[in-house]
């Protein structure tokens, strides 16, 4: 019933649904205490709805917007509260009384002082935003940009400065209960003294000394970075704040480039979400500012969504355009016929380039190169269950979908009958159950079942813990225990020192001044984070079933500690095939083995599962007998077809294609040249240089369930 009305009422937990369901009741009961009258009850009253109203804004409550749009605002609840206290002196027989008229006059001048006061945090808000927002570029030596003002005074302010009433609130309340006006106008002094001294303290900060630069200063300090640095290598991405997964998966790539990168984004919202990254980074929402900047080094632009904005880069002649996508998968957003724009669309291996063929919406199979998955490298191969050590099975179902189709994933028809297999499997192995995040977001039975199958899992892990058969070495998780909190501590105090995307700063001038990246700490921070995994997964016993939720440890850190999975039609399968483990796959929309089966690229050397999921047994001995295991070697097939062979590695293969198609923009630059000069009318033709040495088979990227 709770988890019903928390869906409903779109809050986060059932004390946010219980905050709510306060300061709703609390305004009618605001009414009654003022009509009874009851000074007490009115007290009682409004600190329920002053605190539930403040805590409803501090986790940033859906209702609270929702009651936005209403006409049930901030502003507007509090003065509510205020005219409900008019009332209740009014209903004390108080209304010739000084205090009345104070009040009045008070609620009069600090509803005047709101005005000014969001007013000023407007403009200095408005003149600090930058034409331009950037990290680790220094832009700080070219042009001058001042601290932001204190973030107590801007953030959250039109609630800090409504607030300031209660002291107001509280004196005219005791001058009530006593009959005595003098704490009600010392609560009335303080109140509209505190706002008076709020704006004014706002004031210094809309004089131009406290402000950045105009837009074309700050336009042509970029620019001036720019001729300096020489970015050769652009990672172009525009998107919502949910996508910038997108962005993020390949951010490490990126610093693995041998050219110069630069990332250019398009949307604020990514960049105050993006992860933390050593490479220069300018988020230009305007257009026209994109274009006029000075890109003429650019010979490669690199592309991670099909979006409409991709045109403001995709105009530049000079250099050469790639879709690189953000997931690739037999889902029809991986074939997107907008991808035909591009001068070459890069694949993992052969199956991309397949997948474009059979669509046939108008991309070369000459403009295809096939590149690898460079994210993959971090996904370790396998060569059967160590000895001393029972098969650990990973259970990595996908969402629901916004759809509901149950074909989406198996939680909801076959998620139970996995689990339960798989705890009661003889010999005995370990379950990692790791759910997709949006589990249980659209459909409250994809949610049910997500709650029933960690109920079952941990059940199993209570049960091993008391089994004879199973030991734990208890020196060892203690000290892996404290190693996980020294670690900890560590990254805490680290993650203030390396600059990170600037989202500790003061405001966006601030963050793109000060927004630089630490080599030296990130390179820490990436190895702590390696340590930080493998105490991980030694504190606690290697036969212990496990729920693992949130972003730590990360799912191909479960990959790599897993012996086989079983998953839905996603692209975490698609990345799994890398690590040559067994695997299987739910058909849960009952298509039957062979339909599914060519559908699915990705699941042709799986072992397939009903929604019984009765075939388990053939994955259990897979993993147990490796040698006897039937489809191994279609499994290595299938990972030269989708992924690339593994040598060269993918991120030398990608250097490879950067290469090569940055040798293709700069002859043709060349050429527009010596046209335009008269040079040559007709000049040589350069051959076309070598291509890139690629793997036939892959994926691109992590994220097939959005539109390419």
């Known amino acids: 019933m709770i988890s019903t009305a928390i869906r409903v009422a779109r809050v986060g937990s059932a004390a946010e649904l219980a905050a709510a369901a306060l300061m709703m009741l609390g305004f009618p009961a605001l009414m009654l205490a003022a009509l009874v009258p009851s000074i007490p009850a009115f007290a009682a009253a409004a600190a329920v709805t002053y605190l539930a109203d403040h805590y409803l ?59 000014p006061h969001g007013a000023l945090v407007t403009l200095i808000r408005n003149r600090r935003r930058m034409p331009v927002a950037t990290r680790n570029i220094d832009l700080a030596s070219r042009i001058r940009i001042p601290d932001a003002p204190p973030r107590v005074l801007l953030h959250r302010s039109a609630e800090k400065m409504l607030h300031l009433d209660l002291a107001a609130v509280a004196g005219i309340l005791v001058s009530a209960s006593l009959e005595s006006a003098v704490a009600g106008f010392i609560g009335i002094g303080i109140t509209v003294g505190l706002g008076l001294l709020y704006v004014l303290g706002l004031v210094p900060y809309v004089r131009a000394a406290k402000i950045p630069p105009n837009a074309e200063k700050v336009l042509a300090a970029v620019d001036d970075w720019l001729a300096e640095y020489g970015p050769e ?48 980074v300018i988020c230009v929402p305007g257009g026209v500012h994109l274009m006029n900047l000075d890109l003429t080094n650019v010979r490669v632009a690199l592309y991670a969504a099909n979006v409409g904005k991709n045109i403001h880069l995709l105009r530049v002649p000079t250099m050469k355009h790639v879709f690189i996508g953000h ?48 994210q993959l490298a971090p996904i370790q191969g396998w060569s059967g269950v ?59 039975e994809a949610g049910a079942a997500h709650r029933r199958i960690t109920a079952l899992v941990e059940q199993a892990a209570a049960e091993r813990a008391t089994d004879g058969r ?41 963050a793109t001044r000060d927004g630089v990246v630490d080599p030296a700490v990130h390179e820490e921070v990436a190895r702590l984070r390696g340590e930080w995994n493998t105490a991980y997964w030694r504190s606690f016993g290697s036969h212990e079933h496990r729920v693992i939720t949130g972003a730590e440890p990360r799912l191909y850190d479960c990959f790599n500690v897993s012996d086989a999975m079983v998953s839905d039609i996603s692209s975490v399968v ?27 690229t990705a699941v042709r050397a799986a072992v397939i599962l009903s929604n019984g999921a009765s075939e388990l047994g053939g994955l259990l001995d897979a993993v147990r007998d490796p040698a006897g295991d039937p489809l191994a070697e279609d499994r290595g097939d299938l990972k030269r077809y989708l992924l690339g062979p593994d040598e060269p590695t993918s991120i030398e293969q990608f250097n490879t294609a950067v290469a ?36 036939a088979h892959g994926l691109t990227a992590a994220g097939d369930d959005l539109a390419g």
């Open 57 to 115: 804004h501090r986790k940033g409550s859906y209702l609270v917007n929702r009651l936005s749009k209403v006409r049930a605002g901030l502003s507007i609840r509090f003065l509510i509260r205020q005219l409900l206290l008019i009332l209740l002196l009014a209903r004390l027989g108080l209304a010739d009384d000084l205090i009345y008229y104070g009040a009045i006059a008070c609620f009069i001048a600090f509803y005047g002082l709101q005005a």
């Open 386 to 444: 160590p000895e001393g050590r029972i098969p650990t099975v990973l259970y990595a179902p996908t969402w629901e979908g916004w759809d509901g189709n149950p074909g989406n994933t198996s939680i909801v028809l076959a998620g139970e009958n996995i689990v339960e297999q798989l705890v009661k499997a003889d010999p005995p192995v370990r379950v990692l159950y790791k759910p997709h995040p949006f589990t249980g977001t659209v459909s409250k």
């Open 660 to 695: 090569n198609l940055a040798l293709k923009a700069e002859t043709r630059n060349v050429g527009q040249e010596a046209r335009a000069t008269g040079a040559d009318a007709d000049p040589e033709p350069e051959p076309d240089p070598e291509p890139a040495t690629v793997p």
């Open 233 to 280: 290598t652009v990672l172009y991405f525009s998107g919502s704040k949910d996508s910038v997964y997108q962005v993020n998966m390949w951010l490490e790539t990126m610093e693995q480039l041998d050219s110069k990168p630069l990332i250019i984004l398009r949307e604020r919202a990514i960049l105050n979400n993006l992860a933390p990254t050593t490479v220069p």
């Open 574 to 600: 698609s990345d799994f095939i890398a690590s040559g483990k067994p695997y299987a796959v739910t058909d849960s929309a009952e298509l039957g083995v062979e339909e599914f089966k060519r559908q699915n």
């Open 470 to 510: 199973f030991t734990v070495d208890a020196a060892a998780r203690t000290a892996a225990q404290a190693e996980l909190t020294r670690i900890e501590a560590r990254l805490a105090e680290l993650s203030g020192k390396s600059g990170g995307n600037g989202n500790g700063k003061g405001d966006e001038a601030e």
């Open 327 to 374: 997931g690739d998968s037999d889902k029809l957003a991986s074939v997107n016929p907008y991808s035909k724009v591009y001068d070459e669309v890069w694949t993992a291996g052969r199956a991309g380039r397949d997948r474009y063929a059979i669509a046939d919406v108008g991309v070369r199979d000459d403009d295809i190169v096939e590149v690898g998955r460079p």
